[in-house]
C-alpha cells in the first residue's frame, strides 16, 4: 500500500496543480477574453484621427490601455518594426463617446434593460464608457447600500466603462452624512427630479432639497443633475375629440414650456454665485435633456454670461423629431420632456451649434414593450421614454448633415465636454496619457434600421428610430485598449471597469 501512494503521489501533485492553475485562472478574465485583439501594445492608423489639435492623417500608439503616442503621416514610416498595426484607410478614428445620461435598469428592472445588453448595445454603438442614472432601477440608488447593490449587479456585466450618478431624494437631502457616504463611495454626483419621476422610490424634490444637495456637492466639487421641470397648473383637458389620448399633440399640451422654464428659473436662483470666486464656488448645475429652446434656453444663457457653473445637455431625439411628424398612437415617442415643434428642434440644433448646449446625451430610458401600449396608443398613459443607446452617434450626424455638423463638433458634444462634466480627465480625447478609449466608423455608409441589423438594446421595438435609416456605421470599439466590439462581435468577457470618483 505504501509502495502505491509513493507511486501515484507525482501524479496527484500533477493532478492538484493543474487544478490550482485552472481555478485561478477561471476566477478572472485572461487578456485575450476581454480583447477581441490579442495585442495590448499596437497601432491604429487612418486618414482621418480626430484630437482636440483637429483632423490628422496618421497613427495612434497604444500600449497597455493607454495613448501613448500620436504621430502624424508625414514622420510615420510604418514598418513591421513598430509592432502591430491596424490600418483603417478612410474610416474614422474618433474618441469614444460618453453617455452622461443612460438608464440601464439593473439591478431590479434587468428586465428592461440590464447591464449586458445595455453596454453591449453601447459599444456597438461606439460608446465607451455611459453613467448609469440612479432611479428605474430597483432599489433606487440613493445611499451607500444600494450603491453596493449597483455595483455588484455591475460587476463583469459590463462591456463599456460605466460610471454611476446617485439620486437626491427628500428622504437624503437633509441627512448630509448620508450624502457625504454616498459620494466617498464613488458617485460622480447626484441627480434629482423637479416633477414626479414615474417611479414610486425615487420622489421628487424641491428647493430647499435642492439646496442642501448642492452645499454637499460643492464640497466634494462634483455635478447636481436636474430633470427641470415643475408641474404648472394647467386647465383640465376634456376626453373629447380635440384632446383624445392618442393624439400626440394632446400629450404635449399637458407638459408645455412653461413647466421647464419654472424649473430652471427656480434651480439658476439656487446656482447663482457658484461662478469662480462666488460664495457657492465649487457647486455645478447640470441641466439635463432640455426640450425648450425657448425663454429656459434664454434663461440659461443669462446665467453662463453672469459666470455660474451651468452645463445643459439635450438628446437627439429632440434633434431628430418633431412632434409635427409624430402619428396617432405612436407612443415610442412618448419622453419628458416632450418633444416639441420644428422650429424648436430647429433653434435648439442653433444652441448647440452656437455653444449654448453644452452636450449630448441619449436619456436611454427603456421599459417592456407591454408598457408602451403600443397597441392601445394612449399617450397619457403610456411609459414615457426614448430607447436610442445604440443610434446615438448615427442620430447625431445624420440629422446634422442640414446644419454642416463636423467631426469635431460630435468629438466636442459626446465626448471631450461630457469626460469634463464627469470629471474624467483621463477620458474624452486622443491625446496622449489618455485611455484608449476609441472607435471607428464610415460616416458615409447607410443602413436600415430593421431587424437585419445586430441590435443589442434589449427591446428594439419600442425605439422610435426602428424602421428608419441612417448613416454612420460602426467597425470598431475600443475601450482602454480592448478591442471590445467588431462588426457584430464582442469580445466574450464583459471586461468595462466600474467608474467610481476618487
Ligand atoms: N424615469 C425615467 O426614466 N424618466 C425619463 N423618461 C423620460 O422620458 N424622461 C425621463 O426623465
Ligand atoms: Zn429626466
Ligand atoms: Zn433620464
Not at 421641470?229 to 389620448?245: G, K
Not at 399640451?253 to 446656482?271: D, F, N
Amino acid at each position: 500500500m505504501d509502495h502505491f501512494l509513493w507511486r501515484i503521489l507525482p501524479l496527484l501533485a500533477l493532478l492538484s496543480s493543474f487544478l490550482y492553475f485552472y481555478f485561478q485562472n477561471s476566477s478572472k478574465f485572461s487578456h485575450s477574453d476581454c480583447s477581441l485583439l490579442p495585442y495590448n501594445h499596437y497601432w491604429i492608423t487612418s486618414k482621418s484621427i480626430v484630437t482636440p489639435r483637429g483632423v490628422i492623417s496618421g497613427a495612434v500608439e497604444v500600449k497597455e490601455g493607454n495613448i501613448v503616442s500620436i504621430v502624424k503621416e508625414e514622420d510615420w514610416q510604418g514598418n513591421s518594426k513598430r509592432g502591430h498595426i491596424i490600418d483603417y484607410g478612410e474610416a474614422v478614428v474618433m474618441p469614444g463617446l460618453i453617455d452622461v445620461h443612460a438608464h440601464l435598469d439593473d439591478p431590479g428592472r434587468a428586465e428592461w434593460e440590464g447591464f449586458p445588453s445595455g453596454t453591449k448595445a453601447a459599444a456597438a454603438g461606439g460608446i465607451t464608457m455611459l453613467i448609469d442614472m440612479p432611479l428605474n432601477n430597483f432599489p433606487s440608488t440613493v445611499s451607500v447600500e444600494t450603491l453596493r447593490l449597483k455595483l455588484e449587479a455591475a460587476e463583469k456585466n459590463i462591456y463599456v466603462d460605466v460610471g454611476f450618478w446617485g439620486g437626491l431624494v427628500p428622504e437624503n437631502a437633509f441627512n448630509a452624512s448620508s450624502l457625504e457616504a454616498l459620494l466617498s463611495a464613488g458617485v460622480l454626483g447626484l441627480k434629482s427630479f423637479m416633477c414626479p419621476s414615474g417611479i414610486n422610490d425615487f420622489p421628487m424634490t424641491n428647493a430647499s432639497h435642492i439646496k442642501e444637495g448642492l452645499s454637499v456637492l460643492a464640497k466634494f466639487r462634483r455635478p447636481l443633475l436636474v430633470h427641470a421641470e415643475i408641474q404648472q397648473d394647467s386647465e383640465n383637458y376634456l376626453e373629447d375629440d380635440a384632446n383624445d389620448p392618442r393624439h400626440y399633440s394632446t400629450y404635449l399640451k399637458t407638459r408645455p414650456p412653461s413647466w421647464e422654464e419654472a424649473a430652471i428659473r427656480e434651480l439658476l436662483t439656487l446656482s447663482k454665485d457658484t461662478g469662480i470666486g462666488g460664495s457657492a464656488e465649487g457647486a455645478h448645475l447640470h441641466i439635463v435633456h432640455l426640450s425648450d429652446s425657448g425663454s429656459s434656453l434664454q434663461l440659461l444663457k443669462q446665467a453662463k454670461r453672469s459666470g455660474d457653473s451651468v452645463t445643459v445637455e439635450t438628446c437627439p431625439h429632440y434633434l431628430a423629431f418633431s412632434a409635427e411628424e409624430i402619428e396617432d398612437g405612436d407612443t415610442r415617442f412618448k419622453c419628458a420632456p416632450p418633444i416639441r415643434n420644428a422650429a424648436n428642434r430647429e433653434a435648439l440644433w442653433k444652441a448647440l451649434l452656437e455653444g449654448d448646449i453644452d452636450m449630448l446625451s441619449s436619456d436611454h430610458s427603456p421599459t417592456m414593450p407591454e408598457l408602451k401600449l403600443l397597441n392601445e396608443g394612449n399617450f397619457l398613459k403610456a411609459w414615457g421614454g426614448i430607447s436610442s443607446l445604440q443610434f446615438v452617434l448615427p442620430v447625431t450626424w445624420s440629422y446634422g448633415q442640414k446644419y454642416g455638423v463636423t467631426l469635431e463638433q460630435l468629438a466636442l458634444w459626446w465626448s471631450e465636454r461630457p469626460a469634463k462634466l464627469v470629471g474624467k480627465d483621463s477620458k474624452g480625447a486622443i491625446e496622449v496619457g489618455k485611455h484608449a478609449d476609441i472607435f471607428v466608423w464610415e460616416p458615409n455608409t447607410d443602413f436600415d434600421l430593421n431587424d437585419d441589423l445586430p441590435i443589442y438594446i434589449k427591446h428594439p421595438s419600442i425605439s422610435a428610430y426602428m424602421g428608419t435609416k441612417l448613416s454612420g456605421k460602426v467597425l470598431t470599439t475600443f475601450v482602454r485598449g480592448n478591442l471590445v466590439y467588431k462588426e457584430g462581435k464582442h469580445a466574450s468577457a464583459a471586461c468595462g471597469s466600474l467608474i467610481l470618483a476618487k
